[in-house]
């Protein structure tokens, strides 16, 4: 080997290491955008990837969307968390022509984009990965099917449900013999142990988040309508309040206020807080805290520990069939024009890895999504599971082809919210929604 071959080599080495060191050369990466809500916990889980360590929707989904960039090297995933529930800003970044590859999206919500067709189709991408839909929960693939097509990976159905404190329920006289709490079965039995509650504990029987929320009026409203059987959207694009059925639901609600049967100044923050502090015994909550309350319930000290914590579905207070109002929460695709084949596929292994780890999310307290999760005994095991097991037959959500309906949301909870306070009368309030939101969903 000539001396001048060898410096060649030596030369060519060195650009060999250089290439292979610098970021500049290294592997191609493919990158897609992706937006959720959700929370931000970036102090306990921003660099977390052992997902069985997470807690609570934040440390879940983040940790969980860690573990897939740590899993997939070629991938980055880069994540805008917004505020809760984010649709001004995704409306506003569809309009701009700038919206993200993958989004948290409410089943409800869908129609809002699939129609407009700003949602990509997923059954093909979804096959290609070995996703089926048949793999889906009913309620699971009924959330994301429109027009018989498959616009979001679900990943849970949700609801709201009575998180009890055992001590104060003991304390009232409200346990049954096996420690199970006494739950009523009509609005009248609910009253009774309503003021039993406050006669013997001091404090009030429900802890609600009645400040600045709507939210929270508007799912009461729709379970207690589909308790009472009535089909108050026959029609989706018109809305019926002003009969019988809301007036009994809203004047139950109104009772509730104003005998002090409830907490009353607290926004979403407090009304968490006031039940964690053991300031009321039943707090109307969704699925979505029963992680952190079960942790709560097993942290010494705490008001949940001291005599334990359990949680149910809404007790059946009408005479109608058993059902209460239901959601769920989805992985939407964007239908961008300029996306790469490569970031379609990045795209679909991000969908196969929340599908894979269903059972993950699941730990939050939200029904799963597929059916193998839903029937496994590791979900089975989980805290609870027994007492909200009903939710997967109860769980009623608005007809699909209702759209607006988070707009519809903010309208009956204004309307309920003065109704229950006084500020209104029961039937001027459930007009002026009625009109109110018949006007909105005339103007689409």
């Known amino acids: 080997m000539t001396r001048h071959f060898r410096s060649w080599m030596m030369a060519a080495a060195s650009v060999a290491a250089l290439v292979s060191a610098s970021p500049a050369f290294a592997q191609d990466v493919t990158e897609i955008s992706v937006q959720r ?14 997902v069985s360590k997470a807690v609570g929707e934040c440390g879940i989904i983040t940790s969980l969307i860690n573990k897939f960039n740590a899993d997939n ?28 590859d993958i989004v948290t999206v409410h089943e409800s919500a869908l129609s809002d984009y699939q129609s407009k067709g700003l949602l990509l189709p997923l059954d093909e991408l979804l096959a290609t990965v070995g996703i089926s839909p048949d793999s889906f929960t009913d309620a699971g693939r009924g959330g994301v099917t429109k027009e018989d097509k498959i616009y979001a990976l679900p990943i849970d159905s949700w609801t709201m449900l009575y998180h009890i404190n055992l001590d104060l329920f003991k304390q009232a006289d409200l ?39 709507v939210a929270l009026y508007t799912r009461n409203l729709y379970t207690s309508l589909f308790q009472q059987d009535s089909d108050f959207f026959a029609d989706p694009t018109k809305i019926k309040l002003n009969t019988p059925e809301g007036k009994a639901a809203v004047e139950m609600y109104k009772k509730i206020f104003d005998n002090g049967y409830t907490t009353k100044d607290m926004d979403y923050g407090a009304a968490i807080q006031a039940f ?23 942290t010494a000290g705490t008001a949940l520990n001291k005599g334990g ?20 929460h989805t992985w939407a695709v964007s239908n961008k024009e300029d996306r ?12 196969k890895f929340f599908a894979d780890n269903d059972f993950e999310w699941s730990r939050t307290g939200h029904l799963p999504a597929f059916k193998a999760v839903l029937e496994s005994d590791a979900f089975k095991a989980l805290p609870h599971r027994d007492t909200i097991a009903p939710i997967a037959t109860l769980g009623t959500p608005l007809p699909s082809s209702v759209q607006r309906q988070f707009a519809i949301q903010d309208i009956i909870g204004e309307e309920m ?7 209104k009368e029961v039937e001027a309030a459930l007009t002026d929604a009625e009109n109110r939101i018949n006007e909105l969903l005339a103007n689409l």
């Open 37 to 50: 809500f959700f929370g931000a916990c970036d102090a306990d889980f921003a660099t977390n990837t052992d």
């Open 73 to 100: 090297p070629d991938i980055k995933a880069t994540v805008t968390t917004v505020e809760w529930p984010g649709y001004d800003q995704l409306t506003a970044q569809f309009a701009a022509g700038d919206p993200p």
């Open 175 to 213: 346990l049954n013999a096996d420690g199970t709490p006494k739950l009523p079965t009509s609005v009248d039995e609910l009253m009774a142990q309503a003021e039993q509650f406050k006669q013997k504990t001091g404090k009030p029987y429900f802890v609600q988040n009645l400040a600045n929320e």
């Open 276 to 298: 964690l502090a053991g300031k009321g015994g039943v707090q109307l909550n969704g699925t979505w805290v029963i992680g952190d309350y079960n942790a709560s319930a097993a």
């Open 309 to 328: 914590y359990a949680v149910y579905p809404y007790p059946q207070l009408f005479g109608g069939k058993k059902a209460q109002y239901a959601d769920g």
């Open 340 to 351: 790469t084949p490569e970031q379609l596929a990045a795209i679909g292994k991000f969908l």
């Open 417 to 423: 919210g003065a109704a229950v306070s006084g500020q």
